[in-house]
């Protein structure tokens, strides 16, 4: 036989494994002969058409098309009938149909019936929770889906067409069975490369060299899309859980030690003298136990995603190989054989000499080699963040004490290094120096006063022009009342550019990575920009130990209320180991910040616009007692105008 559009024959070994190949198909055609009922082929088209339907509902609901009332029951009942339609055909082939002959095995579709149906089941029964914790009130009712997780989406579903693709020209170029071209195309793009198929003909090998790299491309964007909506968004998540669970136990620890007068609001000199510090001393405390909680919570969260991650990988590594090895029981493969194989398919390296024959490992591996690859990425980049970094930590400490010594004596320089390896397992309630934590896998941290919005640059240059031109407006406002002798009304523009100001300042650092935490001493200013004095005890109070959230405002939990909000007249009492604490929940620090100012220079503007309109002098004692606390005079202006040129 020779190669199609060559005059050289094919090797003879090749000739043999297309002879074995065309025997098999034979049998492969034989078997399905016998399931080829009319019956049971439009069951299965039912099934199928079910299936669709119900996915082709929650894209349309996904996408805002089609209202969530609607879509929930269609996507819910579609998918399980077409789940006990699939179980009742797996049911029939294996219970009622008899096959010719001896020799016989199940196809692959058999086996890719039965992962179907029990997708199927599993979807629908998780859609059943969903709708449930809806109608509760727990999830919206609508699929509101973030960019990230619209990419993802669709770049799952552009993998998924293109290794289909790829399998039906395989399947016209080499003859194979279809399934067996998908098996093919699966282990081809996830460069595992078993060699339990490879391309005989030229057009095969030539097809081979744009398709394996234009998929492994697509599969590596799916992955990182996979890891930053998994760690990215579940961090946000876990992460205010577990700081809650570290306050929790931080606030019981103090109040067992006595300690907890250091988190009870000062109102008497007396109450000052006793615990030896001011109320402003006082909030810088908690404030600082606060950072200590995000960081062990940090330390903690890292670790306990690499446990998760990791018991996953092995968990998959051992029961892979539990299902490979009896899937593959007429090869005689021994569990440790099976384990041999599940190890170097996860980790790609794909030696060969284990290989799946039969009609029921290939499907395994495709359904676990697509779950496999992408949660060893996983474990690997939890890896560059706990395990990378302690051995390059350990590798630089022995540097320094070997052949590049450092500035610092011996002694100290072991006390860092005790000190940071066993940081996360400690409770120690002491003050400890807070250290950004460098970013990525091996990376170096990027300066954080040149990191500025790269995701919504167009909006952020036109809302910056816009706050330039109003900034402009208040400091030529301000000239013109010095010239007119209001020193009121000198004040309040003066106010309003300091807003305006901050404003800006705070937009830089939205899209900032590792994301912007602020210092004490810029949070003491923000806060009076809002209306707080943190000398001032007034809106302040002892930590709770149990929060039970109050839902309130349309169910909003009380989480990072602190500060006074439109709905209400006046400020929520809150502690910065509180629940209400800006530093809690899962908004970040400058987004919380923004949202405020805005608010606040929102309601200010609003209030100029109806004394003007309603012609009055404006509200004197509101304002004086507000700039006294904030701008005050030019001199304070321009220190604080210093303070915001160092951040």
Request: hydrophobic share 40%; proline share 3%.
């Amino acid at each position: 036989m020779n190669d199609p559009g060559l005059d050289e024959p094919i090797q003879q070994t090749s000739k043999g494994v297309e002879q074995d190949r065309k025997n098999e198909l034979d049998f492969q055609k034989e078997d399905e002969q016998a399931f080829l009922n009319p019956r049971l082929i439009a069951i299965n088209t039912i099934s199928l058409l079910l299936a669709l339907i119900a996915n082709l509902a929650l894209l349309l609901n996904m996408a805002r098309r089609l209202s969530f009332a609607i879509a929930q029951p269609i996507t819910i009942i579609g998918w399980f009938i077409s789940s006990i339609l699939l179980i009742a055909l797996v049911v029939a082939a294996t219970y009622s149909l008899k096959l010719p002959g001896q020799d016989r095995a199940l196809t692959q579709a058999f086996y890719y019936a039965i992962i179907a149906s029990g997708l199927y089941f599993l979807i629908a029964a998780l859609m059943c929770v969903t709708v449930y914790g809806a109608y509760k009130g727990h999830y919206p009712q609508e699929f509101k889906l973030t960019m990230s997780q619209r990419t993802l989406m669709l770049q799952t579903i552009s993998f998924m067409v293109y290794m289909l693709g790829g399998a039906a020209v395989y399947y016209r170029v080499e003859g194979w069975q279809f399934l067996d071209c998908v098996y093919f195309t699966n282990y081809t793009l996830l460069t595992v490369g078993i060699g339990s198929y490879a391309p005989l003909t030229h057009t095969g090998r030539a097809l081979l060299f744009p398709y394996a790299i234009g998929g492994i491309v697509i599969l590596g964007l799916v992955v990182g899309s996979i890891r930053s909506l998994v760690l990215q968004r579940g961090k946000k998540k876990l992460g205010s859980r577990m700081i809650e669970k570290k306050r929790v136990a931080l606030l019981k620890e103090m109040q067992k030690k006595n300690q907890h007068k250091k988190l009870t609001p000062i109102k008497t000199e007396q109450q000052a003298d006793d615990l030896g510090m001011t109320e402003r001393e006082r909030r810088k405390f908690e404030f600082e136990l606060m950072r200590q909680i995000q960081d062990n919570a940090s330390q903690w969260q890292k670790w306990n995603a690499l446990f998760v991650s990791g018991s996953a990988w092995l968990v998959l590594w051992l029961v892979g190989a539990v299902v490979f090895w009896k899937a593959e029981h007429a090869q005689e493969w021994s569990y440790f054989g099976a384990l041999y194989f599940a190890y170097t398919s996860l980790l790609t390296i794909g030696y060969g000499d284990y290989k799946n024959f039969s009609n029921a490992g290939k499907p395994a591996f495709v359904f676990w080699s697509l779950l496999a690859v992408p949660t060893l990425t996983i474990v690997i980049s939890n890896m560059g963040d706990t395990v990378v970094k302690s051995i390059r930590d350990l590798t630089d400490y022995l540097g320094q004490f070997t052949v590049l010594p450092g500035e610092n004596p011996t002694k100290q320089r072991v006390k860092q290094l005790f000190t940071s390896t066993t940081r996360p397992f400690r409770g120690k309630q002491g003050q400890e120096e807070i250290m950004d934590e460098p970013p990525g896998l091996l990376g170096e941290k990027e300066d954080e006063d040149t990191q500025y919005m790269q995701g919504h640059e167009a909006m952020t240059r036109a809302t910056d022009r816009l706050a330039s031109n109003v900034e402009r407006q208040e400091l030529n406002a301000a000239s013109k009342a010095v010239q007119r002798g209001d020193e009121v009304g000198k004040d309040a523009h003066e106010y309003h550019y300091q807003l305006i100001r901050e404003f800006r300042n705070v937009m830089k650092h939205l899209d900032e990575n590792p994301p912007r935490r602020y210092t004490y001493e810029e949070w003491a200013w923000f806060l009076k920009l809002m209306g707080e004095d943190e000398d001032d005890q007034a809106s302040h109070r002892r930590a709770p130990i149990e929060v039970k959230n109050d839902y309130q405002w349309g169910k909003m939990p009380d989480m990072q209320m602190g500060h006074k909000d439109d709905r209400v007249q006046e400020n929520k009492a809150w502690s910065w180991l509180g629940n209400r604490s800006p530093l809690m929940g899962e908004m970040g620090e400058a987004e919380w910040v923004l949202e405020r100012l805005s608010v606040t220079l929102e309601k200010e503007l609003r209030r100029q616009h109806e004394e003007r309109r309603d012609g009055g002098e404006g509200r004197k004692g509101v304002e004086v007692e507000k700039l006294e606390s904030t701008s005050g005079s030019s001199g304070t202006l321009e220190t604080q105008e210093e303070v915001g040129g160092r951040r």
